[in-house]
């Protein structure tokens, strides 16, 4: 069975467990509990950074190589159409999504992890030594770096992120005024990278995401509660619902991810 080494809030995993609940695939979610080391991340694939996905003795890193391998080797449900046009949209939006509300939307959440200290012990992974949870409200920075989320972020990059992700969620409503999906009359790649990237903006409303059930649906304020943002996150929804599986059929032998110590 394919095994996905992951953070649970991780936006790059949600990205790759859309991708294979799309291509109907089962596969195994073992949490990485964040540590000193992540020592066994780097024996796996050579680096530190989820998502992993163990496929047999081959072990692929990165979301976008993660995907290219997924529509290689497991070809049912193509995520990349043929037509060219198509497939280099399909391209450009997946790689401007990574980069921007992938990155983007770590520096707006960090602002409100920043703030809230309830917050912050929520999204920490199920299975987080009680030692890092003691430590969340002396060392923020720390234990946020170690999610991913990034640290010491000023204002005013916290401000620009804002805008520009403004602009950003303002243009996929308006590409999804009058169309399913952002490429094609099917969902490809563009579509589930900018869904599964968009989580931290606001979090999906059903048993998706392994999260405390208050923060299910809520996100970044500004965001999250924004009318103006409600046609994409509508959107995103409609995806989840006809893709996404529930957690009680994405993990095995459980709902919950298994976890990994990192010394």
């Not at 989580?199 to 809520?218: N, R």
Request: a negative charge; proline letters at 8%; aromatic letters at 10%.
């Amino acid at each position: 069975m394919l095994e996905l080494y992951q953070f649970e809030l991780s936006q790059y995993s949600e990205k790759v467990r859309l991708i294979l609940d799309y291509k109907g695939l089962e596969y195994r979610k073992i949490e990485v509990t964040p540590g000193v080391g992540q020592l066994e991340l780097f024996r796996l694939s050579g680096q530190r950074k989820v998502p992993v996905l163990k496929d047999g003795n081959t072990a692929i890193a990165d979301s976008t190589a993660i995907a290219m391998y997924l529509d290689k080797h497991y070809p049912d449900h193509p995520l990349i159409p043929v037509d060219p046009k198509q497939r280099g949209l399909c391209l450009l939006i997946e790689e401007w999504a990574d980069e921007s509300i992938g990155i983007k939307s770590r520096k707006v959440l960090f602002e409100g992890l920043s703030k809230n200290l309830n917050l912050r012990a929520s999204v920490l992974p199920s299975g987080t030594p009680d030692i890092v949870k003691n430590l969340v409200g002396a060392l923020p920075g720390e234990v946020v770096d170690l999610l991913g989320f990034g640290v010491g972020y000023s204002p005013d990059a916290i401000k620009e992120a804002k805008e520009a992700l403004k602009q950003d969620l303002e243009a996929l409503s308006l590409m999804l005024l009058d169309s399913p999906y952002l490429v094609a009359d099917y969902p490809t790649l563009a579509d589930f990278a900018v869904a599964g990237l968009s989580m931290l903006l606001k979090f999906p409303d059903g048993p998706y995401i392994d999260i405390p059930e208050a923060l299910k649906g809520k996100g970044v304020p500004g965001f999250a509660d924004n009318a103006a943002y409600e046609p994409f996150f509508n959107w995103r929804d409609r995806l989840y619902a006809q893709y996404r599986k529930p957690m009680t059929l994405t993990s095995t032998p459980a709902s919950a991810p298994t976890s990994i110590d990192i010394d």
